[in-house]
């Protein structure tokens, strides 16, 4: 892998770190699901949406219980995410390396 090559890996690839903190502090509304480039990740938004919206009139504590769910079970596949984001990420580095 070339100089270029890997400094274009560096800035590509996810960082855990920011993942957790996005998830931590914006996880209910789906943020770390668009960083990570994720399915449902607009679902996941529009449901925190209306949750909170919602909450003072009862609704939303019922769908709060789902939402927490759904953000608890993200916490443990996030690092899988990003592991498998880096390494594909790599991968076609690799590979354009090994076609010149």
Same mark, same amino acid.
């Given at each position: 892998?070339?100089?270029?090559?890997?400094?274009? =890996?560096?800035?590509?690839?996810?960082?855990?770190?920011?993942?957790?903190?996005?998830?931590?502090?914006?996880?209910?509304?789906?943020?770390?699901?668009?960083?990570?480039?994720?399915?449902?990740?607009?679902?996941?938004?529009?449901?925190?949406?209306?949750?909170?919206?919602?909450?003072?009139?009862?609704?939303?504590?019922?769908?709060?219980?789902?939402?927490?769910?759904?953000?608890?079970?993200?916490?443990?596949?996030?690092?899988?995410?990003?592991?498998? =984001?880096?390494?594909?990420?790599?991968?076609? =580095?690799?590979?354009?390396?090994?076609?010149?």
């Amino acid at each position: 892998m070339t100089n270029i090559d890997l400094a274009r =890996y560096e800035v590509q690839k996810k960082n855990m770190l920011i993942a957790y903190l996005l998830w931590w502090f914006l996880g209910l509304f789906g943020v770390h699901r668009f960083y990570m480039n994720q399915p449902k990740a607009l679902l996941m938004l529009i449901v925190g949406i209306i949750t909170f919206l919602t909450l003072f009139i009862g609704i939303g504590v019922i769908l709060f219980i789902p939402l927490w769910i759904w953000w608890f079970v993200d916490a443990f596949f996030l690092h899988k995410w990003v592991t498998k =984001y880096n390494l594909s990420l790599l991968d076609t =580095y690799t590979q354009r390396e090994s076609k010149v």
